[in-house]
Nanobody, 121 residues
Framework: QVQLVESGGGLVQPGGSLRLSCAAS????????IGWFRQAPGKEREGVSC????????LYADSVKGRFTISRDNAKNTVYLQMNSLKPEDTAVYYC??????????????WGKGTLVTVSS
């Protein structure tokens, strides 16, 4: 019954911003790490960011560091990815995923269906 639903994707111009949301159900987000991943056309899936449940520590891929910010609202069972200064190479389907407690990108247990972000002029 665990379900993750991403939202907030769309078309944005280079340099613009979007905020993605990952709404979780069937679990109490307090005890889970949530990660964001993306898959661009013709490319492998890559990790973007992750936030742990214990101390709120975060991880970012070098390609998005300084531009993207991950945050969580446990009361709403939702994790966000604020994306600023978007580049065409950020175009991808963005997925959220979860596992207990700690970020471990290769061991995520549940995945959402994704939301498409297109960065183009």
């Amino acid at each position: 019954q665990v379900q993750l639903v991403e939202s907030g994707g769309g078309l944005v111009q280079p340099g613009g911003s979007l905020r993605l949301s990952c709404a979780a159900s069937g679990l109490t987000l307090d005890y889970y790490a949530i990660g964001w991943f993306r898959q661009a056309p013709g490319k492998e899936r890559e990790g973007v960011s992750c936030i742990s449940s214990t101390d709120g520590s975060t991880l970012y891929a070098d390609s998005v560091k300084g531009r993207f910010t991950i945050s969580r609202d446990n009361a709403k069972n939702t994790v966000y990815l604020q994306m600023n200064s978007l580049k065409p190479e950020d175009t991808a389907v963005y997925y959220c995923a979860t596992r207990p407690v700690l970020c471990s990108p290769r061991d995520m247990d549940y995945w959402g269906k994704g939301t498409l972000v297109t960065v183009s002029s």
